[in-house]
């Protein structure tokens, strides 16, 4: 998140273009540096409950912090809400509901690393973010709009201000220009905000990809690739989910680093998309078709899954400069992810059970969201263990 003074100092000013700059160094990693994580076997914390006061129990968690002193904050987008829990688990406040003043939402995500308070929350369907002290109490709200930021996605911070992002793309052509079922990616460009302007850091990156759907409309494509980026306090790293491969630009847009990895193979195979079709089939909104699902949903769905999965699906700064960087989800039944440093070099690889989502981490422990035997959601704290054997 920009800090109080820099949102304050955006204005719409003129562009700055960072030059491009070839790679000046390549890192590559055929495994992992040291033993491969798995989580505990019981959590240190968990929250969450089928009943009871409204506060424990959580509708749709739209993302979850950790903080220095082990207390989590939680977002809820059914409620419009952040609530703040200690490192016991215990309930301390809530803050929010829905609304469009100071304090209100419409939605929902954190924001980590982020100067200039304790808490700091992108509304993404009014371009907003207001920042929280520990007490739940609102320090200060601005929208992004006004100063020329409209992220596609969430940003994401820097710990001395930057606020990274990546607009919605000005060559957005006609889905009419288009047949349908044809798949494409948006070229987008990655900024960032500061001070009075926002620089582009790289443009004609590909982007978002997409599936024309009618004569009128698209969509995100499914099992699709992205950009995908965070923010360091040496730049940003970013890729476009297409191999194992992240770049690492500086602030003036030089790339200094290109991290290459292994991961799990990115060819789709019948068990994977027999997996998929279960899950659908199973899961809430898509259960509510009965018959129909199996005659009319899954056919359609079937047909544009593409033949190769996305690298990753996101990436998750610590403090230090590290990386995670979480592998697509539907590659295999549990998550993994995986650790590089600093330089790009891969230090770690974590394999969490099926059904766990990463919210947040750090070097030695995870946040996860996860679903109880009465499909209730709960988030989680574990530590880290060193896989035996």
């Known amino acids: 998140m920009i800090s109080t003074l820099a949102i304050a100092a955006l204005a719409v000013a003129p562009i700055g273009v960072a030059a491009p700059i070839g790679a000046q160094e390549a890192v590559e990693s055929a495994a992992p540096r ?22 424990y129990i959580f509708g749709d968690v739209a993302g979850a912090v950790r903080l220095d002193d082990g207390s989590i904050v939680v977002v809820d987008e059914q409620s419009h809400n952040v609530r703040r829990y200690d490192a016991d688990g215990q309930h301390l406040w809530t803050s929010g509901r829905e609304g469009d003043g100071p304090g209100e939402y419409r939605g929902l995500r954190l924001l980590r690393n982020c100067p200039g308070a304790a808490i700091t929350v992108f ?53 009419l220009e288009r047949t349908v079922g044809e798949q494409w990616r948006w070229r987008m460009s990655l900024r960032y905000a500061l001070g009075d302007g926002v620089t582009v850091l790289r443009s004609g990156i590909p982007g978002a990809e997409r599936t024309r759907v009618s004569a009128t409309s698209s969509r995100p494509s499914y099992w699709g690739r992205d950009v995908i980026y965070a923010a360091v306090d040496t730049g940003v790293w970013f890729g476009t989910a297409d191999n194992y491969e992240v770049e690492h630009l500086d602030w003036t847009g030089r790339v200094t680093r290109t991290a290459r990895w292994a991961g799990p193979d990115l060819a789709v195979t019948d068990e994977q998309v027999q997996r998929y079709r279960e899950y659908l089939s199973a899961h809430d909104y898509y259960a509510d078709y009965g018959d ?25 700064a610590l403090p230090d400069g590290r990386v995670w960087i979480r592998t697509y989800r539907w590659q295999a039944p549990g998550e993994e992810l995986h650790l590089l440093d600093r330089d790009g070099a891969w230090q770690r690889r974590l394999t969490m059970p099926g059904g766990s989502v990463l919210l947040d981490a750090g070097s030695d422990w995870v946040l996860i969201l996860q679903r109880d035997a009465f499909d209730i959601p709960t988030v989680a704290v574990y530590e880290l263990v060193e896989v035996v054997g």
């Open 123 to 175: 509304d993404w369907v009014q371009d907003r973010i207001t920042q929280l002290d520990l007490d739940g109490n609102v320090v200060d709200t601005r929208a992004l709009h006004a100063s020329g930021v409209r992220p596609y996605g969430e940003p994401a911070c820097s710990a001395d201000g930057h606020l990274v992002f990546t607009p919605w793309p000005e060559d957005r052509r006609s889905v």
């Open 292 to 316: 129909r699902f199996e005659r009319e949903v899954w056919p359609e769905r079937r047909a544009y899954l593409p033949e190769r999965f996305p690298a990753y699906e996101s990436i998750l």
């Open 34 to 55: 040291a033993p491969d994580l798995t989580i505990a076997g019981e959590p240190l914390v968990r929250i969450g409950a089928l009943d009871g006061p409204l506060e």
